[in-house]
């Protein structure tokens, strides 16, 4: 085990030793005799030397799990002077993993993965603890947005606070892990706008596999899914009964309940997640521990790409370079450079390589190679943050109860990975629908509606990690801190909105300037009020009400000019605790030859520059109803069977082999 890595495992066992220390001493004589009775699951008693001893063997299980699980990782390697590969893949995220494990299927093809990050470990794939991974600086870029008078009002300094992932596996080891693949007239709309080969029908074997679905209902359904592919799919193996509520909360309201990955996407169900056994799987896991020993990868990490190197005589990408150990290194590529450093990151190497507007780059001092719209097209997916309902019961998620060691939850993760550490940030379940035809359910949804068993209230992990400032916090949530609680986040779908990237300097250690826009365009207004309005026919439900739902009605200053539960009123409150949904994406748009916003053709290949593709977020051309993870894990998916095509090398053609390997 490496010292960093060592330094995780010991602060993990210190964090759970020092809080069993604490509890026992405050809540000595308050025991808990009911455990789990909270939840309204049952006369589950456990005494407390049980516990005590199921922690104890737990941790030794886990330190152990820890050494076994760095061992898997693709070991970190040093290129020597001038090393030379066929493609050079820069970021090992949610798409770089996908892309550097599926070339190497291919003995003769030598892969250099560059990721600025570190290792994944145990800890960060417990999905309770999601939040608080936003707080490392070691995994996390921390971006945060340019100061604004139209959004993020409630947060420090009016910034939104953009977490992105810096490790091995990227964003897919910070995210929440909701699985979802988005609706088929997403990925038909991409294909209308001239982006040959991309329609659902395309799409949906590399949706199909990327997928080992393990929800039994689902397993069966040959057409939609498959459980052959790397990617773990499940329920997390707890729910509130809250969330259960709130599936009945939308059969009162009409709503089927649904595989929204499956032929209709609108919509209640549980979120299905990219976990397996109660444990995150990022992309570095799923694709990249499995190939650890191919001798044609090599992946070298806390390495941070500062440019691609281009010919300035054919206009060819010949190269990266970057910074390790303080060093600057200069690698080659025979075939291609691929970037997969994300919305954020391959845009900014795209200009720190003269790749971007020709006005920017020359205000930046940069040499232009190739005039390209670079960092424009920024999407996001925002919610209201602040919509919560109080409950009479103690049916929710609350973290200083989660968290106490001498209660069995803890103990039951570490043993069993059962219980309320297996939900992710305490996202439960989501409703998919379209606000302006609530009574057609095959509609485009345009607003989802995430829930959650627990809320602002329940743990100070979200408000710290959205960036929502102390003053506005003591004015507001304070009063409902450690209440149970449950929140709905109303996500605006397909946003009109765009924002931009732009360079900050010459720096690639300078984070680039994020201008989101988020809700400039008066449709995203008017819809983001209707998600409001939408979670609050929710709460109505009989199916809540049994739980004593009612909203908390707290009054944000700020807004007080309007009237209190008015529209007006609710787009301010939007306005001041508007939360990223972390779906950025756009900023290398992906569009037919001969469009002026594209940056990428449908193949991928940067416009104007040879052997240089882009295979991230910042490809997406219009945000699909989805939360990005599983899409972006199919645009790396199709990009390899692209590069694979185009350089003469079978594609699988995975369903024959699958079909075969069933009948046996
Ligand atoms: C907090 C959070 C929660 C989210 N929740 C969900 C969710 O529940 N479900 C869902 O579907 N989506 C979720 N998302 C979004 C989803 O995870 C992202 O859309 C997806 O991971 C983006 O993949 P990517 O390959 O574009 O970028 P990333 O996965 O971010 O990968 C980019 C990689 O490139 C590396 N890199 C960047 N710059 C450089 C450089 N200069 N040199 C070398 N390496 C570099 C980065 O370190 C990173 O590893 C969430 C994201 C976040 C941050």
Redesign the pocket.
Known sequence: MQAAELKYVIFGALFITTLCAQFRIAEGQALPKRIYAGFNSGENYRPLLSTISSLTFGIAEFLREGRNYHQAEPPDMTPGPDAEYDVIV???????AVIASRLTEIPELKVLL????RSENLIMDIPLM?NYL?FSNDVN?KYRTEPSDSYCLGMTDRRCNW??????????V???????RGDKRDYDRWAELGNVGWSYDEVLRYFKKMENIGIPGLRVDEKMHNTEGPMAINYPTFHTPLATAFLQAGEELGFDIQDYNGRTETGFSYIQT?TANGSRVS?SRAYLHPVKTRRNLFVSKN????KVLVDPRDKRAVGVE?YKNNRKFAVRARKEVVL???????A??LMLSGIGPAEHLADIGIPLVKDAPVGKNLMDHIAYGGFVALVDQPASIIGRDIMNPVKPYIADYLTNRQGPLTV?GG?EALAFLNTDTPNDHGSWPNVELLFQGASLGSDQGARR?FGISDKFWSRTYREIENRHSWSILPMLLRPLSRGEILLRNRN?RSPPRIIPNYMSHPEDVRLMVAGIRAAQNVTRTSAMRQFGSRQFDVRFPGCQRFTYDSDGYWECAARTLTFT?????GTAKMGPQGDPTAVVNPRLQVYGVKGLRVA???IIPEIPT???????IMI?EKLADMVKEDWGYTTDGWERSARSARRG
Request: proline share 4%.
């Open positions: 820069v970021g090992a995220g949610s798409a770089g560059l990721e600025a990050g999601v936003q870029w977490p992105r992932g810096k490790v091995m596996g990227g964003s897919s910070l995210n929440y892990m909701i699985a979802t990219t992309t390495s941070l790409v500062s970057f997969s450093a994300g919305t954020i990151g391959s900014q190497i992710p996202c990690g690639i949904i972390y779906h950025h994406s991230d977020a910042s989805a939360h990005t993870n599983i899409p972006v790396g």
